[in-house]
Structure formats: C-alpha cells, structure tokens
C-alpha cells in the first residue's frame, strides 16, 4: 500500500454489493482513499486522493489518465499503470468506472480536467448508453438494469437512439478537451461471428481459459448481433468526429480484431472485456499510437 496517506481498506471480492464500496452513487465518480486487499492481504488496488484507480499523485511526473468504462477499469490495477514502465516520466491513472454511460466517462473525464493540469487523456466511451441504471426509489442505489441492454441490442441489426447523441457529445468534449486521444472500443465478435451460435465457446475456469457472453446478459444471436452492430456504429461516429476535429485514433478495434485469428477468445475473457493475461499487449498497443506525444 502506497505509504503517507490513510484509505480505508476492503476485500476485494465482486458485485453489486462490491462496487457499493467504491463507488459514490451521489456523485458517479468512484470514493478516494480505498485500498482493496486479497483474502491473504496483498493489495489488489488503490483508489487514489483524487479519486482515480492508481497511486497517489506523483508531481513530479507528468499526468496522463485513461478514462473508461469496465474495460479500462479491468481487474487488478488494470492496463493503463502498464503504460508507465514505457513512459516513467508519465504517470498513467485510470479512470474508468464499471457500467459507466460515455455521458457520465465524459462529464468526469471534463471536471478532471478542470481541476488538475494533465499531459494527455486516453478516452475511450465504453459500451454503454447514457446511463444502465434504474432508482427503484428515491432513497435507493441504482441498479444494473438488464433489460436495456436486451431492448437496446434484441433488434440485432443497428444500434439505433442508444447512439443517437453521440456525436454532438463528444464533439463539444473534444473542443473543451482537445488534449485528448481516443482509443476505439475492441470487441471479441466480428463479422465471421456474429450469426453463428457461440454458446459451445462459454467456459469456466481461469483467466486464460474462462469465457462468457456478456455479464448477466442472457445469450442469443440476436443480441450477439446487436451488440457487434452497436459498437461498429459507435467506433465509426467516434472515428468520424475525431477526423472532423483532427484528434488522433488509437485503433484498439482494429488492433485486437478477432477476424481470422485461431481463436477469437485468446485475447478477451467475453465479447468486451481484455484477459488479464493480454494487459501488456494492450499497453503497448496504446503506447506505440501515443509515444511520439509524449515529449
């Protein structure tokens, strides 16, 4: 644990019940000052001062934050800290947040900016809409709502309104935060795919083994198909607005395409999320597509 500040600690175990402890429902920005140990103690990861996946602020680096949903947030300390041992005069935060709207990635990702000095932002908009959850009453956390997802990608063919917005949004982002590059959304699904029955693919075991469909979400083709139709059409807006605007593209949809590889599974544990195991090719991938920025 980093040594000079006090954070409350917490086994890390998984859940909704488990995001409650790190997550501020009031503000949607994850609580500052946590550490979440193993069942023998060892530290997992910190949640810093400012409220960022990471060490405490290091003034004497440069910043740079990788900003996300889910698959930035990843397990452990996750990919972006791997980007410090390429850059050591940057130190890497992450920022992502699970189930997480591009709204919400967008609205911190701009506060933060606001408040603190940084080098450089790694944006990527997640996979969510606006927002995945529901109040079931006023004095409630939220909950995932699985339903949305299953309305939202059921149609199998476009991803429609959850999309709708995009653009305008994050154009207004980028002009208020041009020091910013934006990493597309990879996924395990390609065109190959996307109508065959993968259910035969679902296993359980370890990180280089295990693979699932997407959460809680009940599998079918049709949601398979809406899901890859969904975030094609939202890397293509992203790609679309970041030409308009002249911000540079990290690729990770292309790097990580699944299309003719021997196994579609080797680099993601389901359709969205990054095994562990492939973290480092993440890093390195982001680094090669920044590198010369960061000077």
Not at 112 to 127: C, Q, V
Request: charge should be negative; proline fraction near 4%.
């Amino acid at each position: 644990m980093s040594a000079g500040l006090r954070k409350t600690v917490h086994l890390a175990v998984s859940g909704d019940a488990f995001k409650a402890l790190y997550f501020d429902w009031e503000r949607d920005e994850l609580r500052p000052n946590l550490a979440f140990v193993d069942a023998a103690g060892s530290v997992v990861y910190e949640i810093n001062e400012v409220g960022l996946k990471g060490d405490p602020l290091d003034p004497s680096r440069k910043l740079a934050v990788a900003w996300g949903d889910s698959v930035v947030f990843g397990a452990g300390r996750s990919w972006p800290c791997l980007l410090d041992g390429f850059a050591p005069e940057y130190q890497f935060l992450n920022g992502g947040i699970e189930g997480d709207g591009y709204t919400n990635i967008l609205r911190r990702a701009a506060k933060f900016n606001r408040e603190h000095r940084l080098a450089l932002n790694l944006l990527m908009l997640g996979w969510h809409p606006h927002s995945m959850f529901l109040f079931e009453n006023a004095t409630a956390e939220p909950r995932m709502s699985i339903g949305i997802w299953q309305r939202m990608l059921g149609r199998g063919q476009t991803a429609g309104p959850s999309n709708r917005e995009l653009g305008a949004t994050l154009d207004a982002f980028l002009r208020a935060v041009p020091n910013t590059v934006l990493l597309t959304m990879p996924t395990a699904l390609n065109p190959q795919l996307i109508d065959r029955d993968l259910s035969e693919f679902f296993t359980e075991g370890d990180d280089r083994t295990a693979f699932s469909f997407l959460g809680r979400l009940p599998y079918s083709v049709a949601i398979q198909r809406g899901a890859f139709a969904f975030i094609r059409e939202r890397n293509d807006i992203a790609r679309e607005v970041c030409a308009r605007l002249n911000i540079r593209v990290v690729d990770l949809a292309e790097r990580f395409n699944t299309q003719g590889a021997a196994d579609f599974r080797q680099c993601f544990h389901d359709i969205l999320h990054f095994r562990i195991g492939a973290y480092p090719l993440v890093a390195e991938a982001v680094y090669d597509g920044v590198k010369d920025l960061l000077t």
